[in-house]
T-cell receptor, first 115, second 108 residues
Framework: GAVVSQHPSWVICKSGTSVKIECRSLDFQATTMFWYRQFPKQSLMLMATSNEGSKATYEQGVEKDKFLINHASLTLSTLTVTSAHPEDSSFYIC???????????FGPGTRLTVT | TQLLEQSPQFLSIQEGENLTVYCNSSSVFSSLQWYRQEPGEGPVLLVTVVTGGEVKKLKRLTFQFGDARKDSSLHITAAQPGDTGLYLCAVGFQKLVFGTGTRLLVSP
């Protein structure tokens, strides 16, 4: 149980285009999902907290107009990287917390390469 | 300044050796978690420690929470190639803050 999936697992896009990444909790419902970014050989950095039915909360320094988050249902959150640039190339990881639970379950990540 | 500093940053050892990874902070935490992340995957929770001085064992892995709940250590006995990965400590409930990470490579 407590499986989180991400799609796509990897994506290559051209500079200036937008990319959407999906995060799904497969066997549980989650009112809260989190989006992290991880650069090569570095740790995870929280980008934003995604709340079902309300606006996401972004961490300091994360541009909300560039990283659009939509938490459409209790099992799906999406992250859209708008007008992507090469410096946005990174490993994006989501996590989800089950209703009433304390543990976060992580997705397998999405590797984004912007050329 | 990082909230959680891990050391060493990178460790390359031979199969069968023992090792210890440290997670240090100047802040006090109510709990601390350890994760392992393999290349191209998300982190997987190994353990949560909540009591100062607490020791938890997971097969060959021993986790300890400092008495003052400011630091923690992870000791691996007789490391195996399957232990290779990025080890991360983390704190927080609603929002997790991860440590700087320790990359472990265990060679056969």
């Amino acid at each position: 149980g407590a499986v989180v999936s991400q799609h796509p697992s990897w994506v290559i896009c051209k500079s200036g285009t937008s990319v959407k990444i999906e995060c799904r909790s497969l066997d549980f419902q989650a009112t809260t999902m989190f989006w992290y970014r991880q650069f090569p050989k570095q740790s995870l950095m929280l980008m934003a907290t995604s709340n079902e039915g309300s606006k996401a909360t972004y961490e300091q320094g994360v541009e909300k107009d560039k990283f659009l988050i939509n938490h459409a249902s209790l099992t799906l959150s999406t992250l859209t990287v708008t007008s992507a640039h090469p410096e946005d190339s990174s490993f994006y990881i989501c996590s989800a917390r089950p209703l009433g639970g304390s543990e976060q379950y992580f997705g397998p990540g999405t590797r984004l390469t912007v050329t | 300044t990082q909230l959680l500093e891990q050391s060493p940053q990178f460790l390359s050892i031979q199969e069968g050796e023992n090792l210890t990874v440290y997670c240090n902070s100047s802040s006090v935490f109510s709990s601390l978690q350890w994760y392992r992340q393999e290349p191209g995957e998300g982190p997987v929770l190994l353990v949560t420690v909540v009591t100062g001085g607490e020791v938890k064992k997971l097969k060959r892995l021993t986790f300890q929470f400092g008495d003052a709940r400011k630091d923690s250590s992870l000791h691996i006995t007789a490391a195996q190639p399957g232990d290779t990965g990025l080890y991360l400590c983390a704190v927080g409930f609603q929002k997790l803050v991860f440590g700087t990470g320790t990359r472990l490579l265990v060679s056969p």
